[in-house]
């Protein structure tokens, strides 16, 4: 389940896991982010017992910030945030800048607004644009039928460009640590509009059934047990499988010898820097002799 919570204070700090209070009650689970008091999170995970005392704690696997998506609403959070501003504040704010309060640098209100509290204006707008800019990237990626904690992995790899790196090839999300190709064909791809036969899709099994033949222990394998991998995964397109391996083995991420033979990149990579360490020494302990 998922439980929006303002935080308040940390309990128990062991980066990055934590035990955390918050409004909704004591919770715990890893937070990958700086936590300011006030920060409202969304969290996904369970309620559970505690072992020890019998409390009830809620029990997270990943912790998201979540702003308001309304200007309004998000100038609430914003004075929530800002250490000397208020309700008077708020409604000042509102009335004199409406939708344009973000640009409010310095701000401008009827009574003298105080150096320090400037300084903490300013801090919270800047800090509020990245939360802003991740609940999105986040809310964008999760609504692909994403994970909370897919959709965290690819914003802590791409940061503010993961839309722009998902929309473009959303194959990218099976690069992520712990995530995969068979994933993204388990209704993910379909909405991002994905065909059977988009070249995106042609790649990413030719890379995927690779990893996956290579796995076993052997990083050349024969042409005929590709093929006959990747067949199983794109039946339709074996004219679109070559030119894939092709335009692969031009980026260097798949080495075609023409000899039968096909590995990733990054494996023929390794072979051929032990052969020039350990071959070249053996050529010339030859020479010496």
Same mark, same amino acid.
């Given at each position: 389940?998922?439980?929006?919570?303002?935080?308040?204070?940390?309990?128990?700090?062991?980066?990055?896991?934590?035990?955390?209070?918050?409004? %909704?009650?004591?919770? %715990? @689970?890893?937070?990958?982010? =700086?936590?300011?008091?006030?920060?409202?999170?969304?969290?996904?995970?369970?309620?559970?017992?505690? !072992?020890?005392?019998?409390?009830?704690?809620?029990?997270?696997?990943?912790?998201?910030?979540?702003?308001?998506? =309304?200007?309004? @609403?998000?100038?609430?959070?914003?004075?929530?945030?800002?250490?000397?501003?208020? !309700?008077?504040?708020?409604?000042?704010?509102?009335?004199?800048?409406?939708? !344009?309060?973000?640009?409010?640098?310095?701000?401008?209100?009827?009574?003298?607004?105080?150096?320090?509290?400037?300084?903490?204006? %300013? =801090?919270?707008?800047?800090?509020?644009?990245?939360?802003?800019?991740?609940?999105?990237?986040?809310?964008?990626?999760?609504?692909?039928?994403?994970?909370?904690?897919?959709?965290?992995?690819?914003?802590?790899?791409?940061?503010? !460009?993961?839309?722009?790196?998902?929309?473009?090839?959303?194959?990218?999300?099976?690069?992520?640590?712990?995530?995969?190709?068979?994933?993204?064909?388990?209704?993910?791809?379909?909405?991002?509009?994905?065909?059977?036969?988009?070249?995106?899709?042609? +790649?990413?099994?030719?890379?995927?059934?690779? @990893?996956?033949?290579?796995?076993?222990?052997?990083?050349?394998?024969?042409?005929?047990?590709?093929?006959?991998?990747?067949?199983?995964?794109?039946?339709?397109?074996?004219?679109?499988?070559?030119?894939?391996?092709?335009?692969?083995?031009?980026?260097? %991420?798949?080495?075609?010898?023409?000899?039968?033979?096909?590995?990733?990149?990054? =494996?023929?990579?390794?072979?051929?820097?032990?052969?020039?360490?350990?071959?070249?020494?053996?050529?010339?302990? +030859?020479?010496?002799?």
């Amino acid at each position: 389940m998922i439980l929006k919570a303002k935080f308040e204070t940390i309990k128990v700090d062991r980066k990055p896991w934590y035990v955390i209070k918050t409004d %909704k009650g004591t919770c %715990k @689970g890893v937070v990958n982010f =700086d936590l300011t008091a006030g920060d409202m999170l969304e969290l996904e995970g369970q309620w559970a017992e505690n !072992e020890r005392w019998g409390s009830k704690e809620f029990c997270f696997k990943t912790a998201m910030i979540s702003v308001p998506t =309304d200007s309004r @609403g998000l100038l609430e959070y914003a004075i929530s945030q800002t250490k000397g501003l208020g !309700e008077a504040a708020l409604a000042e704010i509102w009335e004199t800048y409406r939708e !344009e309060w973000t640009t409010a640098i310095p701000l401008t209100l009827k009574r003298a607004v105080s150096e320090s509290v400037q300084w903490n204006w %300013k =801090d919270t707008l800047t800090r509020i644009a990245m939360q802003k800019q991740q609940s999105q990237a986040i809310g964008f990626v999760m609504g692909h039928k994403c994970t909370l904690a897919w959709a965290q992995a690819a914003y802590k790899e791409w940061g503010n !460009e993961t839309v722009s790196v998902v929309t473009k090839n959303p194959y990218k999300l099976a690069d992520l640590p712990r995530y995969g190709f068979m994933l993204l064909e388990a209704g993910v791809r379909q909405t991002f509009g994905i065909e059977d036969l988009d070249p995106r899709r042609i +790649e990413a099994a030719v890379m995927y059934s690779l @990893g996956d033949l290579t796995g076993a222990g052997s990083t050349a394998i024969s042409e005929e047990a590709f093929y006959d991998n990747v067949g199983k995964l794109v039946p339709d397109a074996p004219h679109l499988v070559q030119s894939a391996i092709w335009d692969l083995n031009k980026q260097g %991420k798949v080495c075609y010898t023409g000899l039968g033979l096909i590995s990733l990149g990054v =494996d023929s990579a390794n072979e051929k820097k032990i052969y020039s360490r350990w071959g070249g020494e053996n050529e010339r302990e +030859e020479m010496e002799l």
